[in-house]
């Protein structure tokens, strides 16, 4: 049951310490928030009062909020006190506009005019990133439907290992809660940790579904362009150029990051051995360049 009347989230959170045996707990969330009138009215009463008095108290020792939808996500990550948010992210979530109805997630049909990941979203984990708050994911498998080519939105079947891989590419995820119902789900998780490049390869996979979904030219941070002769990281350049060309000033922290690169943009040769390998036709020389330029 989700309720916000204090004197049940008040009794509910004194018997998960009790059956947990503890008196803290790292992480305190305040779950199930998809509505934005909803998450105003958390911060804005006695709920926030009562998580910042269990913060102050040394009970919990970070704050989280768990929701499906990007638009509260957003305001989470610009509160100031929400530190990690566990958010749903998969390849179809990704491509969906903002709602407060879950339900439309796990639509039978997508709207075909769908085209590359939602502006919101990419928006979302650049804040996060940038903000550093950090994501936990869940729904990572889309409730299983990406497994099977009748149910997914791009008629083709995902593995649980590229599922990961992808929520593990976007910018400030930071890990991933993969459900399961038996031993063998968990293997199939478990997997990840010595998956071959090709096995996490879900890039070929998407840009060869018969209904391919992503924008011409918008880099989904896959890594299928690697190797680079000189040595780039190609999707974290790219990633950390995203990151950057969204805010007036380079933030220091992501200058930081990209001068720590063993090698950068102003590397590129312009072979394009890179561009012949993306499958999103990402013009990566031309992207290199503006990098150099912006970091
Ligand atoms: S440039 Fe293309 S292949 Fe390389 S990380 Fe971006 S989308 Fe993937
Ligand atoms: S074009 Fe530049 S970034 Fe791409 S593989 Fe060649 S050197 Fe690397």
């Known amino acids: 049951m989700r309720t916000r009347c204090m004197p049940l989230v008040k009794a509910a959170f004194e018997d998960l310490l009790s059956r947990l045996g503890t008196d803290y707990i790292d992480l305190g969330m305040i779950h199930f928030v998809d509505e934005a009138a909803e998450f105003e009215r958390i911060m804005s009463g006695e709920y926030i009062d009562y998580v910042r008095g ?3 108290d040394g009970v919990i020792r970070h704050i989280g909020l768990s929701t499906h939808n990007p638009a509260v996500a957003k305001m989470a990550a610009l509160s100031g006190e929400i530190e990690m948010i566990l958010f749903s992210i998969n390849p179809a979530f990704d491509l969906l506009p903002p709602t407060e109805d879950i339900n439309q997630y796990f639509a039978d049909e997508y709207d075909e005019a769908l085209g590359g990941i939602a502006p919101e979203r990419e928006e979302l ?8 708050v950090g994501i936990t994911v869940m729904k990572g498998y889309a409730g299983g439907r990406l497994f099977d080519a009748r149910t997914s939105p791009f008629g083709v079947a995902l593995t649980p290992v590229q599922c990961l891989h992808y929520a593990l590419t976007r910018p400030a995820v930071a890990s991933v809660m993969a459900g399961y119902d038996t031993p063998e789900h968990v293997l199939m998780a478990v997997a990840y940790e010595n998956a071959s490049a090709e096995e996490k390869d879900y890039a070929s996979v998407l840009a060869r579904a018969p209904h391919h979904a992503y924008s011409s030219g918008q880099c ?12 780039i990281d190609i999707a974290m350049v790219n990633k950390l150029y995203d990151l950057a060309s969204m805010h007036r000033e380079v933030p220091a922290a992501v200058r930081a990051h990209y001068r720590q690169l063993s090698a ?23 992207r290199m360049k503006l990098a150099d330029n912006l970091l």
């Open 264 to 286: 950068n943009a102003a590397d590129c040769t312009e072979c394009r051995g890179c561009e012949s390998r993306c499958p999103f036709h990402v013009p990566v020389v031309e």
């Open 54 to 56: 269990l913060k102050k």
């Open 125 to 132: 984990y650049r804040i996060c990133e940038h903000l550093e």
């Open 220 to 231: 989904t941070y896959c890594g299928h362009c690697a190797p680079c002769p000189a040595g």
